[in-house]
Every structure is written in C-alpha cells, then in structure tokens.
C-alpha cells in the first residue's frame, strides 16, 4: 500500500504506473488525474476520477466498459480482475454454472455490444449470477448507466486496496 500523501509527491509516471489499473486497462484515467494533486482523501481522488470518465465523450466510456472482461470467463484478464473474481468464485464454477455465466454473457454482450460489468468484492457468485440474469432484461441505456456505476464501485474498491490515507 502507498500513502496518500506519497502519491501526491509523485511524479506523473510514478502515480499513473500505480494508479492506471484502477480503471481496467485505462491509464488515461489516472493521467488525466495527476494534474488534480494534490488530494486530501481517498474519496477525493475516487470522485476526481469518476468526474473524468463522466465528463469523457461516450465512446471513451465505452471503450472503457469494453476493457473490462466477462464475469466467470476463462480468459486473459488483468492481475486484479483474477482477484476479484477468485474471491467471489468465479474462478472456480462447475461445469454447469460456466455454461450458464457463458450463456448469459453472450446474451448480454449481443443485446448491449459490452460485456456485463460487475463489482464482485463482496459478493458470492450465485448474487452475480442472478444480477446478470436480471440485468439482461434491461433497456441498453439503463444498462450503460448502471455499467458504469459498477465500473465506479470497481475503481473505488481497487483504489482502497492500494492507498492508504
């Protein structure tokens, strides 16, 4: 963990090489941040973050919806999306609960063109698994909307596993 006041006094490639997964696979978030040091609490840092990628034009938002991967998938994902995922058990499904995640995530990804985004910390797969079953029936601009609201829970969470104030 690093303190807050230390990221302050970072340089921007020292701050952006620690922050820049907070949102999956997108350095531009936390680029763009460092020019708001210094900041006075972690809650100061989240909501600068998230005020950026809100004041971002939709296609970055996308792409950045897109950068994150499918829940219960076996695939290539960053270091801490593995994490989260073996915490809530994904990582471990039967046979029968990965058809099942993989059947609803194609579902998903066809009616919205993004993958079903999550804040799994906390959670146990089988409430993943119902939100993703409840959440395909959504309207594709609900959908976005509460895409990136987890999007901000996920930054939040992973930013309090990194920074101490």
Do not use: C
């Not at 829940?71 to 989260?84: D, F, H, P, R, T």
């Amino acid at each position: 963990m690093v303190r807050l006041q230390e990221l302050n006094d970072w340089n921007d490639e020292q701050f952006i090489q620690e922050l820049g997964g907070v949102f999956e696979s997108s350095p531009w978030v936390a680029k763009k941040a460092a020019k708001f040091r210094p900041f006075i609490s972690l809650k100061d840092l989240h909501e600068k973050m998230v005020g950026i990628v809100a004041d971002s034009p939709q296609t970055e938002q996308l792409e950045l919806i897109r950068s994150h991967p499918d829940l219960g998938a076996n695939i290539k994902m960053s270091s801490q999306s593995v994490s989260e995922q073996e915490e809530a058990g994904l990582r471990d499904l039967t046979e029968e609960e990965f058809r099942s995640f993989h059947h609803l995530n194609e579902i998903y990804q066809q009616r919205f063109q993004f993958p079903f985004i999550f804040a799994v910390k906390g959670k146990r797969k089988t409430e993943i698994h119902a939100a993703l079953r409840t959440r395909v029936a959504n309207d594709r601009r609900a959908e976005f909307e509460k895409a990136l609201e987890e999007v901000y829970a996920i930054a939040s969470f992973r930013l309090i596993d990194k920074i101490e104030e």
